[in-house]
């Protein structure tokens, strides 16, 4: 002799009659509920995999060799004692941007190539918005000194929306020097040589 399971709806009259909550409603329920839950968890999954940002001072810091920890701006500062600083760019050198309003943290930026006395290449993260977020590598991008004096006190960078330097121009600190051969940046200018 087999028992067969009671119909569903057997299951529902009986409880209305008898005013339980039993296992049907109670696992057809939670079945909705995590359901719903997988449901959510699938379709915010890929963009928060993909949201992954990468902050400008642990990029310089990684990049450049420097090692350096806080606020972009205050590097500036920490570097006394530690590390040379001056306002002329030097491949693998760090430069230090003063924290504004709209950069309240200041930005570091490790510079890969001179180009003239007034243009270098930089590699930097978190500075454009690309592809509609912010966070990513740029490599090898014009700034170009603003300054009236020609020290480097303001600059103008590359900006991958408009597609070329922007029209603002940032104070700039100046630069950190780290010894020669022991940065990321040394072995790219090594490999590109």
Known sequence: MTL?????RE???????????????????????IGSMLLACMAVAPAAAHAQTIQCAPFARMFS?????????????QAIG?????????IGSVMVFKAIGS?????????????????????????????????????????????????WSQVKVWFAPIGKVGNK???????IYKKPGTSTADAVETVQG
Request: some cysteine; proline content about 5%.
């Open 103 to 151: 950069m309240r943290s200041g930005h570091v930026a490790t510079v890969t190539d001179i180009v003239s006395d007034r243009v270098i290449k930089i590699t930097h993260a978190n500075w454009s918005v690309i592809n509609g977020r912010r966070g990513q590598v740029e490599r090898n991008v014009t700034v170009v000194d603003a300054s009236p004096n020609n020290d």
């Open 4 to 8: 067969s399971p009671f119909p569903a």
């Open 11 to 33: 299951c529902v009259a009986y409880h209305r009659l008898t005013g339980r909550v039993g296992n049907y409603q109670m696992t057809k329920t939670m079945r909705a509920m």
């Open 65 to 77: 060799g420097i090692q350096l920890f806080g606020a972009a701006a205050s590097w500036w500062n």
């Open 82 to 90: 530690k590390y040379l600083r001056g306002d002329t760019p030097a």
């Open 169 to 175: 121009a940032y104070p700039v600190n100046g630069f």
